[in-house]
């Protein structure tokens, strides 16, 4: 069993960046697929950003392309997601998750999840 903890949200103006953290319990983490994805009120849990185990891809969504970027460092076990020239349509709870043998882009991907973090883009 992998436990999985996001942190580094917060609250932050419009055009600044934030940069969220995923530290994984196990060393498992380096076998898996990483991937963000985040949940807005009242809506659907997205597709983010991810990455493969050995850091190929990355892939994002087309919403973050260009100003978001993941990285992973398996041999700390831990996670980014480096998230730059934030928009008020950004804000929502970010999950950190790792899985395989699946659309990189699919939740039912993905084995293991975070509790998530709270990221608010202010206007």
């Known amino acids: 069993q992998v436990q999985l903890v996001e942190s580094g949200g917060g609250l932050v103006q419009a055009g600044n960046s934030l940069r969220l953290s995923c530290a994984a319990s196990?060393?498992?983490?380096?076998?898996?697929?990483m991937g963000w994805f985040r949940q807005a009120p009242g809506k659907e849990r997205e597709f983010v950003a991810a990455i493969t185990s050995s850091g190929a891809g990355p892939y994002y969504a087309d919403s973050v392309k260009g100003r978001f970027t993941i990285s992973r460092d398996n041999a700390k076990t831990t996670g980014n997601l480096q998230m730059n020239v934030l928009k008020p349509e950004d804000t929502a709870v970010y999950y950190c998750a790792i899985g395989n043998g699946g659309f990189y882009s699919d939740t039912s991907m993905y084995k293991y999840w975070g509790q998530g973090t709270q990221v608010t883009v202010s206007s």
């Open positions: 196990e060393r498992p983490f380096g076998w898996y697929v």
